[in-house]
């Protein structure tokens, strides 16, 4: 049979639609193929046995070995933040109705550049969280009393400089810590209620805000004034000057809700309405993609994650912004994420109110468990066997005789 088969395709110039028709049913094959694997893969509900099952995850700050640090709310029991490492099967408690019940005052929760975590709960105070460690950072009162929203953090040739985010009775502001001394309140916000605050280069920082302009003045409404998002450039050096608003530039709708770093350091920040990619104060590129949050994963890959319902998520690299369309919509609406090792992290609750947990495996849409990768790898194979098929008869056909 196998003398039967050569004999018949070694008739080239009789049975040319034999190869026709082969390779048409490859190129139908291969689409069909290609379309069922068009979805991304790797992002999926996670049954966790972590000790936030079952609790809303208000905010949470993962740590580079893998643990994480975690403000959890059930209805039941109220607020309790820990942090849970896996790989020991530990849970260090901070915050619990039991013990201290100040879970309900925490302001934030944010990982510093050299992996310590960072949350307040009292005035002129900032509490930091290194190796199970708590270290407590006092702020006196000489130049004024301030509920801390933020904190960022770089290095200086001088040493690291703090920059905090503070409420000033009704109004936000900003206020470095030169040694251990917090300096005077910027002097003017401009109208902004600032959000969140980040380093950007040495001596200067950016900032997240909304401006509520005077009633009817922008034409929205006298009764509801539409709040504008706003990007702010704060410069301060670290010395115990009070820093100063270096330029505002405000945009159309939305709010800014969050920032990201990629992988060659310059930010995103994420936007109801629309999204910034900030290489410098003079040049800031518009993305008309919406998202509740942006996050940067172990790669330098920044996440533009959407709403509950999404059916697509967005992906920025140093190949540019990639559309990714899901398996399955959104499954969560979220309140906060993070990232850790291979993992993205989306914590909050489903369309039923349910907390739920969803995370985003960054490394399998090309592998071999995805069928992308799946048809890859059986390309190469069935291509390699191919050519040393063809390599094999080249060979024999030289090695006969004229």
């Given at each position: 049979m196998a003398g039967g088969w050569r004999r018949l395709l070694e008739e080239e110039s009789e049975?040319?639609?034999?190869?026709?028709?082969?390779?048409?049913?490859?190129?139908?094959?291969?689409?069909?193929?290609?379309?069922?694997?068009?979805?991304?893969?790797?992002?999926?509900?996670?049954?966790?046995?972590?000790?936030?099952?079952?609790?809303?995850?208000?905010?949470?700050?993962?740590?580079?070995?893998?643990?994480?640090?975690?403000?959890?709310?059930?209805?039941?029991?109220?607020?309790?933040?820990?942090?849970?490492?896996?790989?020991?099967?530990?849970?260090?408690?901070?915050?619990?109705?039991?013990?201290?019940?100040?879970?309900?005052?925490?302001?934030?929760?944010?990982?510093?550049?050299?992996?310590?975590?960072?949350?307040?709960?009292?005035?002129?105070?900032?509490?930091?969280?290194?190796?199970?460690?708590m270290v407590t950072y006092e702020y006196p009162t000489n130049n004024g009393v301030f509920g801390v929203l933020d904190v960022a953090e770089q290095q200086a040739e001088t040493g690291v400089q703090r920059l905090l985010l503070t409420q000033e009775g009704v109004n936000t502001s900003f206020r470095g810590i030169a040694g251990m001394n917090p300096t005077h309140a910027m002097s003017t916000s401009l109208g902004v209620q600032w959000h969140t605050v980040e380093a950007h280069?040495?001596?200067?920082?950016?900032?997240?805000?909304?401006?509520?302009?005077?009633?009817?003045?922008?034409?929205?409404?006298?009764?509801?004034?539409?709040?504008?998002?706003?990007?702010?450039?704060?410069?301060?050096?670290?010395?115990?000057?009070?820093?100063?608003?270096q330029k505002v530039h405000t945009y159309d709708g939305g709010v800014f809700h969050s920032i990201a770093s990629t992988a060659n350091g310059q930010l995103v920040i994420g936007g109801t309405t629309q999204s910034l990619l900030v290489y410098d104060a003079d040049r800031v590129e518009i993305f008309e993609v919406p998202t509740v949050q942006v996050i940067g994963d172990s790669e330098g890959t920044v996440w533009f994650l959407g709403a509950l319902g999404s059916t697509t998520i967005h992906s920025l690299d140093d190949t540019g912004l990639s559309t990714h369309v899901l398996g399955r919509p959104v499954p969560v609406d979220l309140s906060s994420a993070g990232k850790s090792g291979d993992f993205v992290h989306v914590h909050g609750v489903n369309a039923n109110g349910d907390p739920v947990h969803w995370s985003i495996d960054i490394k399998a849409n090309g592998s071999i468990e995805s069928g992308r990768g799946f048809l890859n790898l059986l390309y190469l194979l069935v291509g390699g066997v191919i050519l040393a098929s063809m390599l094999r008869y080249a060979l024999v056909e030289l090695r006969r005789p004229a």
């Open positions: 049975h040319q639609w034999l190869s026709i028709a082969a390779f048409l049913v490859f190129v139908i094959t291969g689409a069909f193929a290609i379309g069922a694997t068009e979805h991304f893969v790797g992002a999926e509900l996670s049954n966790s046995d972590a000790a936030h099952a079952g609790g809303l995850v208000v905010d949470v700050a993962y740590h580079d070995d893998g643990a994480y640090t975690a403000l959890v709310y059930t209805p039941e029991a109220g607020y309790h933040l820990f942090t849970e490492d896996p790989a020991t099967n530990t849970l260090l408690s901070i915050y619990s109705p039991e013990t201290d019940d100040y879970g309900a005052d925490v302001r934030f929760l944010k990982t510093m550049p050299d992996g310590e975590i960072l949350f307040s709960v009292q005035n002129n105070q900032v509490l930091g969280l290194t190796d199970g460690m280069s040495q001596g200067l920082w950016i900032a997240l805000g909304s401006h509520h302009s005077t009633s009817g003045a922008d034409g929205s409404s006298p009764a509801t004034p539409q709040a504008r998002p706003v990007l702010g450039w704060i410069a301060w050096d670290g010395s115990d000057a009070t820093p100063v608003i």
